[in-house]
């Protein structure tokens, strides 16, 4: 089975340029969650979507933005772009929003802005 | 803010040997997972130990968790070259919102 899968892998953008980044979740999963691995530190709780709806948000601007599709694959939207959105962006699945589930991560998403 | 805080922030050893590192939090979990990342790639996902257990093991994995001293501990019994790789641990604290350490960087020397 295919596992998570993202695109683009990497991604050069200008500052205050518009980004779009994708995810496609393992199949069968409902959750897809994003974060935000800044280098040298630990990934940071973006977003998470269940069942296309909004169930969690982590302390982002409101530049961050994102959507869950019925196919349960996702979208992260950041506009305006600043030099320190640079990082790496990771996508999780899960099958459902409980606790009690492990996550599972795409390669992730390579953002430099310049 | 990051919730857990992994110690040490870097640890080299020699194959063969064993690596501990372990992992402090502030607030009461529902559970705690460790991943492995290799070279800023994604993120796998290794074990889960839930609040209400106290060790867990798989293959050369042991995993403590204390939650009256809100800590755990990851043992990598036995390391080897390809175990070279940054380790977090997160907490989950509600709903699979996972809440990342800033890692350790193991190297395993050959």
């Known amino acids: 089975d295919a596992g998570v899968t993202q695109s683009p892998t990497h991604l050069i953008k200008t500052r205050g340029q518009h980004v779009t980044l994708r995810c496609s979740p393992i199949s069968g999963h409902k959750s897809v969650s994003w974060y935000q691995q800044v280098l040298g530190q630990g990934p940071q709780f973006i977003f998470q979507?269940?069942?296309?709806?909004?169930?969690g948000r982590g302390n982002f601007p409101d530049r961050f933005s994102a959507r869950q599709f019925p196919n349960y694959s996702s979208e992260l939207n950041v506009n305006a772009l600043l030099l320190g959105d640079s990082a790496l962006y990771l996508c999780a699945s899960s099958p459902s929003d409980r606790s009690y589930n492990e996550q599972f991560f795409g390669p992730g998403t390579r953002l430099t802005v310049l | 803010s990051q919730q857990g805080e992994e110690d040490p922030q870097a640890l080299s050893i020699q194959e063969g040997e064993n690596a501990t590192m372990n992992c402090s939090y502030k607030t009461s979990i529902n559970n705690l997972q460790w991943y492995r990342q290799n070279s800023g790639r994604g993120l796998v996902h290794l074990i889960l130990?839930?609040?209400?257990?106290r060790e867990k093991h798989s293959g050369r994995l042991r995993v403590t968790l204390d939650t009256s001293k809100k800590s755990s501990s990851l043992l990598i019994t036995a390391s080897r070259a390809a175990d070279t790789a940054s380790y977090f641990c997160a907490t989950d604290v509600s709903g699979s919102r996972l809440t990342f350490g800033e890692g350790t960087q193991l190297t395993v020397n050959p």
């Open positions: 979507y269940y069942e296309k709806e909004e169930r």
């Open positions: 130990i839930r609040s209400n257990e």
